[in-house]
């Protein structure tokens, strides 16, 4: 399906922060067509996963139609294909259904999937929030709980209570105090039976300090506003196994629970590995500095599935803004392609960085010399960039009447348990999927 019309077609496969920005930058100019291919028809947006999770956010606030955005451009046409082949050679790719889309250029914009760096039973039975399918699934799976345990206060003993997270980067802290507030604040109201005290929250980490790349000082923020929240920190602490009725901790603990959120770390999107080429760090394309694939003419690959050298030669990290700017980048250069004109290098324009770490508690570093801001004025930075950044107007309207709901009664936003698989638990299904030590240890419930 490449161009018959005499206009040059532009393959993207993924339409996140990456795609969108490259796909938005070509539709316009008229002398290009478009096809953009996604597995969902909606454009997610990753940042607010953690809320649709905690039910503070509905999932139609953070999830935009793909047509929609592109309603108004008819020189961008939008697939709903799950690729699973690419051919860079030819700049074509294949969908599993047998489609095939081949382009004068193709931008490959897949984004990530949760690396579990191999960790016996974590694919399983954890819970990774990379996707809106991910996040209503964990919600389920909190509610689920809390249901059970309403019915049953025994199984607090089985660890029914106990909510172990793997990571202390943003997911990892941004989860653990939005479902601390929620054990705090929203709990109470809705399960009147259940004690607070007697829900859990652990985070793990393998470093010794939370978001590592914010200051010392922030570190000590961080974990003073999750502990005041009764989150218990195991930082120098990672897991080793994960089992469907409990965590193994590399320093032997066990902890039992029926809800490991996984925050642990991502690899480049399973395509990646598909197109047959050398993989990087983390299975990512190492991106040429304008953006190309080295060896593949007309092939570029941008976000999540690409290491981007920054000034210092080192990769960005994996984060929205990059993603954005690596995909308008990646259009201007293939309209340079197009015009037989040079490409440009890709430059990162850093405007910081930020996190949430509960209700009216946030870290942002804001600005070239990363001003740092915690509290209250962070968290209405935090919500004023979100906001700014969500693709349509009534998402941005539905998310900000959310948030100005829970602000003020802090009863958090839709608490829907939609997917019954999720919160479906076999209390009897408690092995040890594989022990390091050989046998099973006992278990040590906190509760
Ligand atoms: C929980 C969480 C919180 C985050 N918080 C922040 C934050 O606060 N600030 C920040 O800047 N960044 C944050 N990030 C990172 C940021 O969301 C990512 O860097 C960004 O989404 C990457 O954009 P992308 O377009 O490369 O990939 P994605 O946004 O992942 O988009 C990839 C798209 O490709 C599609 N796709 C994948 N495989 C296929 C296939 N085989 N066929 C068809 N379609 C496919 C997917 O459906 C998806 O729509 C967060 C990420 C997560 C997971």
């Not at 490449?2 to 496969?13: N, Y």
């Not at 819970?127 to 607090?156: K, M």
Request: charge should be negative; glycine fraction near 12%; include cysteine.
């Amino acid at each position: 399906m490449s161009s018959t019309d005499g206009r040059r077609h532009v393959v993207i496969v993924g339409g996140g922060f990456a795609g969108l920005g490259c796909a938005r930058r070509l539709a316009e100019h008229d002398h290009v067509r478009v096809t953009l291919i996604d597995r969902n028809n909606y454009h997610q947006f990753q940042p607010l996963l953690y809320q649709v999770a905690t039910s503070l956010l509905a999932p139609s606030d953070i999830a935009h139609s793909l047509r929609e955005v592109f309603a108004d451009q008819d020189n961008v046409d939008v697939k709903l294909a799950e690729i699973s082949t690419v051919d860079p050679a030819s700049r074509t790719v294949t969908s599993t259904g047998g489609d095939q889309w081949s382009g004068d250029a193709l931008v490959l914009a897949a984004g990530s999937q949760p690396n579990f760096f191999h960790t016996p039973g974590a694919a399983e039975n954890s819970f990774p929030l990379y996707s809106l399918d991910n996040a209503t699934r964990l919600r389920s799976r909190i509610l689920g709980l809390f249901e059970q345990v309403d019915r049953n206060p025994d199984l607090r003993r089985r660890g029914a209570l106990n909510f172990v997270i793997v990571g202390g980067g943003p997911t990892g802290v941004e989860v653990a105090g939005a479902l601390a507030d929620m054990v705090r604040e929203t709990v109470p109201t809705e399960y009147r039976g259940i004690d607070p005290d007697s829900a859990h929250i652990f985070l793990l980490d393998y470093g010794d300090a939370l978001l590592t790349p914010f200051s010392d000082k922030a570190h000590k923020y961080v974990a003073k506003v999750l502990t005041d929240r009764n989150v218990e920190l195991r930082l120098g602490t990672g897991v080793k196994e994960v089992a469907t009725g409990h965590a193994l901790l590399s320093d032997g603990a066990v902890i039992p629970t029926r809800c490991v959120i996984w925050g642990g770390g991502i690899m480049a999107a399973p395509i990646a590995a598909e197109c047959g080429l050398a993989q990087g760090t983390g299975g990512r394309f190492d991106a040429q500095p304008d953006l190309t694939l080295a060896g593949s003419p007309g092939v570029y690959v941008v976000g999540d599935i690409a290491n981007i050298a920054g000034d210092d030669g080192k990769p960005l990290p994996q984060l929205g803004s990059v993603a954005l700017q690596s995909g308008k980048t990646a259009a201007d250069n293939v309209l340079a392609d197009f015009a037989g004109k040079p490409r440009t290098p890709f430059a990162y324009r850093d405007k910081g960085i930020m996190a949430m770490i509960g209700r009216g508690a946030a870290i942002a570093e804001v600005g070239k010399n990363h001003h740092e801001v915690h509290g209250q004025l962070a968290h209405v930075a935090w919500l004023g960039v979100h906001a700014s950044l969500m693709t349509g107007t009534r998402d941005k309207i539905e998310a900000i009447i959310d948030w100005g709901w829970d602000r003020f009664t802090k009863t958090g936003g839709p608490h829907v348990l939609d997917r019954g698989e999720a919160a479906e638990i076999d209390w009897e299904d408690d092995e040890v999927v594989a022990s390091g030590a050989g046998t099973k240890p006992g278990p040590t419930n906190p509760a």
